[in-house]
């Protein structure tokens, strides 16, 4: 019996863990440092089940019916 992934779940977006490359590319991109992102727990679910740890940067890409595909970055704390 294969275990149940959360990410399988249509109401739950996609999540992704950043390499440090991707992540210093969106910061200077977004002018941004690590602290002035949205914050995400690491022990929340599905944190866990990407292995996230502290100080990781997350892309949830979310499909949307009016503007398509969105994406969100969030700073593992």
């Known amino acids: 019996m294969s275990k149940i992934r959360l990410q399988d779940h ?6 992704e863990l950043l390499s440090e490359e991707e992540a210093k590319k969106i910061l200077e ?13 690491v022990d929340d679910p599905i ?11 997350v892309r949830i890409e979310r499909e949307s019916p009016t503007s398509g595909r969105s994406i969100a970055y969030r700073l593992v704390v």
Request: no cysteine; glycine share 6%; aromatic share 0%.
């Open 47 to 57: 944190a866990k089940e990407i292995g996230a740890k502290v100080g990781d940067i």
């Open 29 to 41: 991109t977004l002018k941004l440092n690590k602290e002035q992102l949205p914050k995400i727990k």
């Open 10 to 15: 249509i109401l739950v977006p996609k999540h």
